[in-house]
């Protein structure tokens, strides 16, 4: 347990830029699931039943109805899809960038990590007698000072912004299913 704590602790410089990942990704998640919502209306309207929004018996059909009226408001089927279509594409154009910005965030923090977990580990063989150097092989001082420390930053870093990604993509998908 201390040495989770440890771990936590080297994470803290970082908690803003994990943050605004975070964030992000969930921005990212939402519109995927606005994505999936507006291809309701836009099967509806390519093969002719764009009326049936109305007569919807879930509350998603009619919160959609309320979102997407004002843009097909008096359009023929034909135009109101071909708009819909854009939005469509700029809903996914907007999530990807999205989901590219948090991979972005989410790599600065982790590389950030694994400089600090670096400089620390070096910082302590410096301290370290030569008795110790004369029985330990150096391949395992590089495979600490690389491997370990990678499997570190994607326990720390990335295993917990991809729960949080499933997370919310879960919550919006049950929502759109609901």
Request: aromatic letters at 6%.
């Amino acid at each position: 347990m201390q040495t989770e704590l440890r771990l936590l602790r080297m994470v803290r410089p970082y908690w803003g830029l994990l943050a605004a990942g975070l964030a992000t990704t969930t921005l990212a998640s939402v519109l995927d699931g606005f994505v999936l919502i507006i291809l309701i209306p836009l099967l509806k309207h390519l093969f002719g039943t764009s009326g049936a929004l109305r007569t919807g018996s879930t509350q998603l059909e009619a919160w959609v109805d309320r979102l997407v009226d004002p843009l097909v408001a008096g359009l023929s089927p034909g135009a109101a899809a071909a708009r819909l279509v854009v939005v469509l594409a700029l809903g996914l154009l907007v999530k990807n960038v999205l989901s590219y910005a948090s991979t972005q965030i989410t790599v600065r923090a982790q590389e950030g990590l694994v400089r600090d977990l670096r400089v620390r580990l070096f910082d302590h063989l410096l301290t370290l007698d030569l008795a110790f150097f004369q029985r330990t092989r150096a391949g395992q001082l590089i495979s600490a000072l690389i491997t370990e420390v990678d499997q570190t930053k994607t326990v720390i870093t990335a295993a917990l912004v991809s729960l949080f990604q499933n997370l919310v993509v879960v919550v919006v998908t049950l929502w759109v299913l609901s």
